[in-house]
Each structure stands twice: as C-alpha cells, then as structure tokens.
C-alpha cells in the first residue's frame, strides 16, 4: 500500500449512507431499565438513538445497500468499477471476503457475471479501515490502474456490546459508501497523512468472540493520544511540504474549516477536538488569553504525585472546554459534525463518513474550504488527512438523510435485546426493495436475496 494520497486531483466524488430502518431511543425505558439519567446519555454521551439492524441484516447487507443506492445516483454500471473495498469489524466469514457476498447480491439485479472484473478486498483495523480503504483507492486511481474506472471504498458494521454494559448506549449500525474517482465533485484529498500507531488493549475482539472486550476510559485515552500524535505528524509535514505557510502566530489548524473525527459517539469529539486546540494553541500569543481565563496549565514537572498531576490536568481539560475560544472554535469547526450520529450511534468505520454526511446533508461545505480527517482505529492507530472541498460539491444531490432517520421505525426494549442476543428469527419490518439475509445452510454458507416486494 502507497503511503500517501496522490497529488493530482483524485477523491471523494460522492457518497451514500444506508441506516437500518429499526432504533431504539436511548432514553425512556432504555435508560430506565439500565439506571442511568438520560441527560447521562444525551448531553454526556450525545446519543439520542441507536440505529439497530433487523433479524436479516448484517454488514454484508448494509454494504450492498449502500452500494446500490451509489450506483443508482450515479447511473454507474457494473462494468464502471473497478474495485470495492469494504473496511468491517464485522465480517460475516473468516476467510471468505464480505465482498464477495456483496457482489452476490448485486448481480441478483445487475445480471450474472457483472462484476466479474471488480476487485474486493476487505479490510480490517478496527474503526480506521474504510479509510485505509479510500487512502489505497485514491493511489490505485493515481497509479492509472483505473483506466476510467471508479472505486468504492465501503463502511459496513455493526457496533454491538454486551448488554448492560458500559459500552451498551453507543451501539448503532449502518453502512457508507465513497465514491473514489479522478476529478472528484466533492472533496480532493490531498496529498499528505499524518500516522500514529501503537500496540494497544483498548479494544478487540478476540477469535469466536461475538462482541468486542472494551478498556472503556483507556480507549478514550488511547483516542487521543493517537489523534493527537497523527495530527502533529500531519502538521510537520504540512509545513516542511510548503502545504501551509503559517504566518506569525498561527497554527495549521487556522488553515481547517472543517474537522471530521471518528465518532463513537458525539461526545467523544469534543473531548478530541479540545485535546487537538490545546494542542494546537499551546506556545502561541493566543494561549495567554486561555491561562489568564483558566489559570496555569498543569505541568507534570510541577507535580510530585502522579495523581495530583491528573486531577489537575482532569479539572483543567473540563474548564477549556467551556471556555469562549474553544467553545467558538467547536461551534464553527466541529460541532455540526455530529449531527446524524446522535441519530444512529456508532457505526464503527463508518462513523468519521457520518460526519462528512451530516456537513453535506446541511450544506455546510463550501467550494475551497480545508476539511481534515481525523481517523481512529483500536487497537490502536490514526490517520490524519485533508481535502479541499470542490466548486461542484452541491452538485450531487441531496440524500434526505436526515428525513429517513425520522421515518424509522421504534422499537420495544423486548424487541431490542431478542434482536441483540440472536432469539428473534423474523424481521420486524419485512425487507421491501431490500438485500437481505435469507438462510445460512448447513455447511455455514450465507444465502442473500434482493426482496423487491413483501409478500
Ligand atoms: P461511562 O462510564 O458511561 O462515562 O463510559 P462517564 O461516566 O465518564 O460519563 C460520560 C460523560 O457523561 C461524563 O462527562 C459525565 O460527567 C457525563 P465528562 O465528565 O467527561 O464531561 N454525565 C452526565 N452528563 C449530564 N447529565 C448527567 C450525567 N451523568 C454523567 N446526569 C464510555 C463512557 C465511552 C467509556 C463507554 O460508553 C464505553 O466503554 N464505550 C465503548 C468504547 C468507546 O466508545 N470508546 C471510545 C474511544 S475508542 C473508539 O472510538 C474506537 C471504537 O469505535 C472501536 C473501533 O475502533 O473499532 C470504540
């Protein structure tokens, strides 16, 4: 795999998201059966609803959906693409690519053999392989190895915890798919990434295992540190590239209009984008203003007990957060971000895409502007990178996702946990128009359909 994106004008030329049609709000019963405040969950976590897949739905489903409804905006064929790459967490086999199921139940409408000649992979690293994905899609496209061929990088997974867990209120479901192509109308990444990555417990899913172990607090930790790490990479080179000239007193993230992160859950992302400001602001003329309004950053040389020092620092993280310069910072350049995921929860890989949707969705990319990738993976790695949003960005239509979010269909805490713990066999809504899982046979072969119409 190429180490950076190409420096010609190659990126995402469109995107489609597919959300399971079944949530369930997090408050009310949810939070009431489990003890928790719902403030808890709507204002300290940020999710509302959690998008949670019907008794025939799985990543390979959600990945043809969202491919389909690409293709069809786009009036693409078979023959126009080249390669589909699914990054999942969430495969449905251990050696056999998701991919190929896709593929599968795309040819049950596209015709037999249609897409023969596309390539799929799938890949895995936790939430940042559809990233990995898009990164490789955009070099193949800059190689020539396209001859006019797209690419589509896809997002599919299920986030699933136990039940009563504390990973249990950011759950969520669905599937993104990008559009990779020469010329692209919507953003052009750029041709540098900042990369971190380290040997970590915060998050994995041992073989045989059907939900993942989680270090719940130690994955925040390890969130940051790996966004914080990929981003002063990204930024060094940034600078030594000439990619940015800063003038004085200024910082690469001034030269940002839109920062898009990995969102296991909205939260999250404030906690991500005050660790980057400070970061980011930190040595600058600016910082005073920060410490005459908050008081002196804590600084481990002036601590002699490691945990005086964290409680310090805890207290002092909590106050910059409220404070006006980064409250104003938040609003204009993270904020709106998290839109649609307060809709559906964690998406896993698919989450940071979720962000792009909810910026485009309201409108909010305009033709110049800087929007900068923060990508996170478990385990754990990040991927820092950038595009420019392109004049033809309101080109491709809208997807009225916001509409279909409010058109689902709420479930019962009983339906819900038959659902989660695999009692429930039959659909709660019957598939219409829909790829779904129709039987896994004896040997563990999984059959798909195309239902175009509930009996
Ligand atoms: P928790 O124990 O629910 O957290 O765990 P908490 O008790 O610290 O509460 C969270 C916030 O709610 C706090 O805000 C509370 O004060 C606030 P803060 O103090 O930080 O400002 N709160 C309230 N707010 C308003 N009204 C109230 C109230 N009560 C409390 N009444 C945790 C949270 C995320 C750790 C847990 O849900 C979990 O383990 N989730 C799964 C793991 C996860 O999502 N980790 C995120 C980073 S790792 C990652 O993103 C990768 C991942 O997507 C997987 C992959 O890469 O594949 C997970």
């Known amino acids: 795999m190429a180490s950076e994106f190409p420096a010609d004008a190659i990126g995402i030329d469109d ?22 405040e719902p403030a808890k969950l709507v204002k300290g976590i940020g999710i509302e609803r959690m998008a949670i897949p019907d008794a025939h739905e799985d990543a390979a489903t959600m990945a043809a959906m969202s491919v389909h409804e690409l293709m069809q905006r786009n009036s693409l064929r078979p023959q126009d693409i080249g390669k589909i790459y699914i990054g999942t967490e969430s495969g449905v086999d251990e050696a056999k690519a998701i991919g190929t199921y ?63 867990s504390g990973g249990e209120y950011t759950q969520g479901a669905g599937s993104v798919a990008l559009l990779v192509k020469r010329d692209p109308r919507l953003i052009a990444l750029e041709d540098m990434i900042g990369v971190y990555t380290r040997d970590e417990n915060d998050f994995f899913r041992p073989p045989g295992c059907s939900m993942a172990v989680v270090n719940g607090k130690h994955s925040n930790d390890c969130y940051l540190d790996a966004v914080g790490g990929a981003f002063a990479s990204f930024a060094k080179k940034a600078i030594r590239r000439g990619k940015l000239q800063l003038r004085e007193g200024e910082c690469v993230s001034d030269h940002v209009s839109h920062f898009l992160f990995h969102i296991p859950y909205p939260r999250m992302v404030e906690y991500a984008s005050a660790a980057l400001f400070r970061q ?120 009225d996702i916001f509409k279909r979010l409010d058109q689902r ?47």
């Open 15 to 36: 995107f489609s998201v597919y959300v399971p049609k079944l949530y369930i709000p997090t408050v009310g019963k949810f939070a009431i059966s489990r003890g928790i």
């Open 102 to 164: 896709v593929i599968g139940m795309l040819e049950q409408i596209y015709g037999p053999g249609s897409f023969q000649e596309c390539l799929t992979v799938e890949l895995k690293s936790a939430c940042i392989a559809a990233s990995y994905a898009l990164e490789d899609l955009c070099c193949w496209v800059a190689a020539g190895g396209d001859e006019g061929r797209v690419g589509i990088a896809v997002a599919s997974d299920v986030a699933r915890y136990p039940l009563r």
């Open 280 to 399: 980011e602001w930190r040595g600058l003329p600016r910082w005073k203003g920060v410490e005459d309004e908050l008081g002196r950053e804590p600084r481990a040389e002036d601590f002699s007990d490691p945990g005086e020092h964290q409680r310090a620092e805890a207290d002092f993280s909590r106050r910059f957060s409220k404070s006006d310069a980064f409250r104003q910072a938040f609003s204009s350049k993270v904020g709106e971000s998290a839109r649609i995921s307060r809709q559906v929860g964690n998406i896993y890989t698919g989450s940071i895409y979720l962000g792009l949707a909810s910026l485009a969705e309201q409108n909010l990319l305009c033709p110049g502007q800087r929007v900068c990738f923060c990508s996170y993976g478990s385990g754990c790695s990040a991927m820092v990178f950038s595009g420019i949003v392109r004049e033809e960005a309101d080109c491709p239509p809208g997807r």
């Open 409 to 455: 269909w709420e479930i019962s805490l009983q339906e819900y946990e038959d659902l989660h713990e695999g009692g429930r066999k039959e659909s709660l809504i019957f598939p219409e128009r829909e790829f779904a899982r129709l039987y896994i046979d004896s040997q563990g072969y999984r059959h798909y359909g195309y239902v175009s119409q509930a009996p």
